[in-house]
């Protein structure tokens, strides 16, 4: 399918058209009048863009943008008007229309509001496609994003452990992301038809904890006015991720373990056991091996947690992954904002990729929710980037492999767009993506 569908009656203009986007490479159906147009939407389906004379024999061009946004509302139409035809184009933008340009016109008017209306009809699919995976996620898992090798492996890990019974340990800095990937495991297990079941081991009281944990029997306590479940006998058949382990009291550390070798509960106040089955996925930002030589973390606990232990690298490690998850944050605040995701000027990609990322990923995520909602992203505190020490060249070399995958992440591994957007020659675009070993199918949208 071609992304635009261009149509004049006269012949002259739509030659010179033709050939104008042809020498910009942008690919194109012309039409003398409307009703083929409509022929051809009805066997092909709709292009990225319309542009159309309004002065037709037949219908008018008012009467296909009518037509046409009845079949897409986005669809962007562009309406080419004659002097007299102003007040009914102006018109026709308030119930639609993209945009209008009046003849006679400079080809790069045209040509740039071109590129422009296939940007948005881009972004609109994009957006589209983020609110149907939004929808479906509860069945597809949450997305770990990044191209980074620690990130790869990761991703293999899970793959190969996410339908065992293992328990696991994650550890990560705060803001790495150790929810999502434990939402990943669970996923993609067998177990995702059942609860998922979080707590934060930090935010309990320590006279709460086993409450919260196993759950309590009416009047085991000064306040237990009825019987509770905890978050274990809710994890029955699903996961239990308990983050924040290594803040977790002592004597509940205890408890924890005899649970976790012997598969059985009892509620506070209860002498009966209760038989669970359950995944345990702890995460941690401390050392617990060294905490447990310290005596702050039970040794034989450690041992107990520590089958299956992964890794999750701080932002400053992965920096290459930058573009690729802003962007994303950039569609999910805006599909939850209602608004547009517009792209990031490359100065503020530069000022991305020089900062530290003390919050890591979760911060990252928290400025992409200010640029979609003001604009700019705001403050950033003077951190020296990790790759201050290189030689310039590795410098530049770095900050242009990044340029070039957001690019290509933001126009979906689609070459004549990119190059647009990047104004290089399609030879030169090539042999940059070679030379940092991209490939355009790593970004391909997969929905």
């Not at 016109?105 to 509001?113: G, H, K, P, Q």
Request: proline share 3%.
């Amino acid at each position: 399918m071609e992304d635009v569908f261009f149509i004049d009656d006269e012949c002259d203009i739509r030659i010179a058209i033709e050939q104008s986007f042809e020498l910009e490479d942008i690919s194109a159906r012309f039409f003398a009048d409307a009703e083929q147009a409509l022929l051809a939407i009805k066997d092909c389906g709709l292009p990225k863009a319309i542009i159309t004379d309004i002065c037709l024999p037949g219908l008018s061009g008012e009467n296909l943008l009518n037509s046409v946004l009845r079949q897409d509302p986005d669809i962007p139409v562009i309406l080419i008007t004659g002097h007299g035809d102003i007040e009914m184009a102006v018109s026709a933008l308030r119930n639609g229309a993209y945009d209008f340009i009046e003849k006679p016109f400079a080809i790069d008017r045209l040509i740039d509001t071109t590129r422009r209306a296939i940007e948005k009809h881009n972004l609109t699919l994009e957006n589209q496609a983020l609110k149907r995976s939004l929808k479906a996620s509860q069945t597809l898992g949450p997305r770990i994003i990044g191209q980074n090798a620690s990130i790869e492996t990761l991703r293999d890990t899970i793959t190969h452990i996410a339908d065992t019974n293992a328990d696991i340990l994650l550890f990560g800095e705060t803001g790495t992301g150790k929810e999502l990937v434990a939402r990943s495991i669970h996923e993609q297990s067998s177990r995702r038809e059942n609860n998922f079941v979080a707590i934060n081991c930090g935010a309990v009281p320590e006279n709460l904890i086993e409450s919260e944990l196993y759950g309590h029997e009416k009047g085991a306590f000064t306040g237990a006015d009825s019987k509770r479940i905890g978050k274990f006998e809710h994890a029955h058949g699903g996961t239990l991720f308990l983050d924040e382990i290594e803040s977790m009291p002592m004597q509940a550390q205890i408890r924890l373990l005899r649970v976790l070798q012997e598969r059985v509960i009892e509620r506070v106040g209860s002498n009966s056991l209760i038989p669970i089955d359950i995944r345990v996925i702890a995460a941690t930002k401390a050392d617990l091996k060294q905490a447990s030589t310290q005596g702050d973390f039970r040794q034989d606990l450690y041992y107990r947690l520590n089958v299956v232990t992964l890794d999750l690298p701080p932002l400053r490690l992965r920096k290459e992954d930058i573009p690729a998850l802003f962007h994303h944050f950039l569609l999910v605040a805006a599909a939850r904002y209602g608004k547009d995701a517009a792209s990031i000027p490359n100065a503020d990609l530069q000022t991305l990729l020089g900062h530290d990322w003390p919050g890591n990923v979760r911060e990252l995520r928290n400025c992409a929710e200010r640029f979609v909602l003001l604009g700019k992203l705001g403050e950033f505190s003077s951190d020296s980037s990790d790759n201050s020490s290189l030689p310039l060249s590795e410098q530049v070399a770095d900050f242009e492999r990044m340029i070039i995958e957001q690019a290509l992440t933001s126009n979906e591994g689609r070459i004549n767009e990119t190059m647009h957007q990047l104004q290089v020659a399609r030879k030169t675009l090539y042999d940059k993506m070679q030379k940092y070993g991209l490939d355009k199918r790593d970004y391909k949208d997969e929905n």
